[in-house]
């Protein structure tokens, strides 16, 4: 039992992890209704943040926080101008055709780069034990992370002037831009914000666990599980659907084979689609 | 004036080019894991056949039948795919004219280009296909040199009785042919043994978070972990173990612990044990090439980083086809077959012998395995043979 308790937990520790990636996902479509697959290399970018931070220059490994949060908005908006401004209000297979290709130009370029070779940043910080089971220091601190910037995002966007006009674009462009609100200056710092996002989750994965260039296709999936979960578009239940899912794992391991828990995600994913189409947490917003 | 120093010119470059005109070219093909899972393992398999090829090319060449043949290599990156492996090997035989093969990296890329090999009946060694199924299915031009997976952690499970036969053993494999190979053959060891299993788990090539897998490991009441897969997932595993404090006595995992690159885990690393098909400490007599030392030497000096037994592997793979060929006088693929079957060698690998029955032809019958450790020496990490005792550099840290 104490087991089951223990796997739950850090499934809940990592699934806050899972819910930040997803909320930079689930952003973007929210606002501009632009399915982002770049979202895998952009958190695999991320982990190499971390690596230049702490291997590189030497740095302690959390203050790659802030700069990931910085350097993923440059990027985002700068990504926003190339891929994604020409092809928002075109059909959606457009901007997925659009960032697909980008995917593939930013794993090729950290192919270049950093090989496919594993990379391990060695972060190691007191955690708490339980009887036999130890919930590590760098699990606690990214889920308080992974939180505490969801905590932020929800401040900006319903506490701010830009966050309102975020919510206005993404609720009708149209009347947004009437009202005098400059969207297309929106919709490229709203990508730059999911941007952002999905960088900082890709530098707390790191501290976790070791990663390669293709580390971040696994991550996607989870996202897109996440979002469903959570509802498309919906930042907050990107978080909660993240927590959910990594409660689901960690309550199912216990009594299945590790290999079955892929299966059981996507069983999920299907269920969530056809009986909550807005989300297990759609009931919050109405 | 002018016009004789031209035609003395030209005289000269024609008498400069007659050597060469002589002197023909051996092609090789393979493919690489350039990227990928497997580049890991992948590429220090492809130095080893660099570092052969080019120390055979500065030596002259393979002389064979009054020739003399210049090694060129055809080599394509396969991104650790097996469709990839599928067209490339296809590609390699019948537009670029490869003469001999070596085999990809991993059993399943392996299996995948030992289909198109005997298809076009090409002699193709392999290196880094331990898998046994692959030698069983009426193959007759594939030369495995690795031991076979069912080999791999016959070692641990002897060393881990000596040290303590009432181990709890919890098994967590990947979920890959060789893996899974290696985990059914040494479960029934173990069982045999007596050892007390308390977890069987694969898991997914994708696993990329092996938490709760450790909860259960924990849950089980193990004391000893056998298993692992590749580089990526046994570097994960191995962090993970340490991060969560597991209260493991003994860890032996395939693969990723034999890489250099493991030490970059620094502490979490200490006691992880691994199989290995060979370790540079090893003091075999070879019967032809250079020994363990000499072969460590230049490989270090050539590439910057002490080679693991992929690269060991790799490099052997090219000498045997040499010695082949050297022994049948000729390139004929029949004749060097023939002599890669009555080969029973010892190189800086160790021994080398084929299977020559047609139910498993190919299979390597001569070759043994060692099991390394890493310990702590002096403040630096480094690999430690363990087992057998005949080959220990080192005392089991348990």
Redesign the interface.
Known sequence: M??VL??II??VL?GAVYGLAAMGLTLIWGVMRVINLTHGAIIVFGMFALYFFVSTLGLPAYAAVPFSLVFGFGFGVALYWIAAHRVIDRPILMSLLATFSMNMVLIGIG?ALF??????V?V?LP?L?WQ???F?G??IVAAVIAVAIAGLLYLLLYRTRIGKAIRAVAGNRDAAELCGIPTTQVLSFAFGLGIALAFVSGTLIAT???F?V??G???QVKSFVVTVLGGLGNPAGALLGGITLGLI??AA??FM???W??IVEFVLFVIALLAFPRGIFSFSRS | MNANKLCLFIAAAFLAAGPAVAQETLTIGFTVSQTGKLNNDSIAQMRGFELWRDQVNAAGGIKAGGKTYKINFVSYDDESQNTRVQQLYTRLISEDNAQFLFSPYSSGLVATAAIISEQYGKVMLTTGGAEEKTYRLGNKNLFQLYSPAGQYLAGAVQALKQINANAQIAFVYKDDPFSKAVAIATRELAAKQGFKLVLDESYSPDTTDFGPIINKVISAGATALIGGGHYPDGATLTRQLFDQKAGLKWVTLLVAPDSPNFATLGEAAVGISVPSQWEPQVAFKPDFGPSAAEFTKAFSAKYSIEPGYHAAGGYTAGLLLQHAIEQAGTIDQEKVADALNKTDATTLFGRTKFSTEAKEHGLQLGHEMVLAQWQMKGGKLSKEVIWPKSAKTAEILY
Do not use: C, K, M, W
């Not at chain 1, 090989?115 to 391990?120: A, D, G, M, Q, V």
């Open positions: 104490i087991g223990a796997s850090d499934g990592v192919t090989s496919t070779s594993p990379y391990n060695p190691s955690g034990r036999a089971y130890t590590t760098t699990h976790l666990f070791p390669t293709l580390s296709q696994a991550y794992e960690g391991t216990p084979p590790v290999s828990i892929p």
